[in-house]
């Protein structure tokens, strides 16, 4: 990740953003509940390279972790001038990494650095103001999280780009969280409610026939959650129900 027009900031400034951003990147990475302890960073002043262990965890990372940047970032220039916003930059790409003497050194780390310093990002978030974020999946992470099925993303939030950066040249998949690909705005889906027919007394104890009173349905008190990891589920409730109620 790479803070977007850090060197026009005063020195205040970027001392801030050089304290905030580790802050910001560590609130997203609890939310999408990773381990961001297990991360080895190299820390760059506006940027962070990030090598995370293949735990099994890269389709949260692509998906989860982004969407808690996205509000975490939200949160943090909303308190702000626009000019004192913070906008990153990101890209991901997965393999084998070398830890060196004066970092990490291989050409999984040369592939990311490359994406992240490519024109199609700059120009994405130049297009559009309103942004905090554009991400760059390589072709690879996109197409083993993505593509194969395991996030909530789908080829509709992302547009194919050519990456040309020094050496490098590559196809690779642009998203930037909160606009479609053809740069309109997205906004939050709203549903009209249904008709609801009348509602039946319930001091009664018995339904009209006779028959034990069922106890009434209301779709609009149930909460889903998805679970990644082990959960404590002591004095919690769960109910199932079929077609039959």
């Known amino acids: 990740m790479d803070a977007m027009s850090y060197g026009r900031n005063n020195d205040r400034r970027q001392s801030e953003i050089q304290h905030d951003l580790p802050r910001i990147t560590a609130r997203a990475a609890a939310g999408a509940g990773l381990d961001r302890s297990r991360w080895q960073i190299q820390r760059k ?11 099994g965890t890269e389709p949260r990372l692509v998906d989860d972790f982004i969407r808690h940047l996205v509000s975490e970032l939200g949160q943090y220039n909303s308190l702000r001038t626009p000019e004192a916003r913070m906008r990153l930059r990101a890209a991901l790409h997965h393999g084998p990494v070398e830890l060196a003497d004066n970092g990490f050194a291989g050409s999984t780390v040369v592939t990311t650095a490359r994406l ?21 999946l390589s072709d690879d992470v996109y197409r083993s ?36 690909t053809n740069g309109s705005q997205s906004a939050p ?46 004095r919690a409730v769960f109910g199932f129900g079929g077609d039959g109620g």
């Open 116 to 136: 992240l310093s490519s024109r199609p990002l700059y120009d994405a978030l130049k297009a559009n103001e309103s942004a905090d974020l554009a991400v760059l």
């Open 145 to 180: 999280t993505v593509a194969g099925g395991h996030t909530t993303l789908s080829a509709a939030d992302f547009q194919r780009v050519a990456v040309q950066e020094k050496e490098y040249e590559a196809g690779a998949w642009l998203r930037v969280p909160g606009v479609l």
């Open 45 to 55: 002043g506006d940027e962070e390279l990030a090598v995370l262990p293949m735990d």
């Open 189 to 234: 889906a709203t549903a009209a409610p249904a008709a609801q027919p009348p509602q039946q007394p319930r001091d009664s104890g018995a339904a009209a026939d006779g028959a034990p009173a069922r106890t009434e349905y209301r779709g609009e008190r149930i909460n889903v959650n998805n679970f990644h990891a082990p959960v404590d589920a002591q």
